[in-house]
Nanobody, 128 residues
Framework: QVQLVESGGGLVQPGGSLRLSCAASGRTFSTIAMGWFRQAPGKEREFVARISRSGGSTWYLDSVKGRFTISRDNAKNTVYLQMNTLKPEDTAVYFC?????????????????????WGQGTQVTVSS
């Protein structure tokens, strides 16, 4: 079992920044690839970013490239999502997710079904 707890959401004006954190427990963190997803009201959940076990590789949704940065600190069992230049369309509940499989095909990284554990979500609202 892996427990995930997100924090750092809130209300921010367009153009502002937020940093989300996700603290993991229950498994050696360096064995878990981590992802961030989001779900806006009335929309399906969508992939935002993924980071490899070592932190050496990252992947992003096209619309957040250059604005969002995923990172991890394996000593603190925590993954982060730094969000800059936020837009109203970034408003959503953001979820972190853990992929414990030793081998996941890269063409499946954006699928929620490959992630085994999920946090409860944290609300991000971008509005003036």
């Amino acid at each position: 079992q892996v427990q995930l707890v997100e924090s750092g959401g809130g209300l921010v004006q367009p153009g502002g920044s937020l940093r989300l954190s996700c603290a993991a427990s229950g498994r050696t963190f360096s064995t878990i690839a981590m992802g961030w997803f989001r779900q806006a009201p009335g929309k399906e959940r969508e992939f935002v970013a993924r980071i490899s076990r070592s932190g050496g590789s990252t992947w992003y949704l096209d619309s957040v490239k250059g604005r969002f940065t995923i990172s991890r600190d394996n000593a603190k069992n925590t993954v982060y999502l730094q969000m800059n230049t936020l837009k109203p369309e970034d408003t959503a509940v953001y979820f972190c997710a853990a992929d414990i499989s030793p081998v996941t095909s890269p063409n499946k990284y954006e699928l929620g079904s490959v992630y085994d554990y999920w946090g409860q979500g944290t609300q991000v609202t971008v509005s003036s």
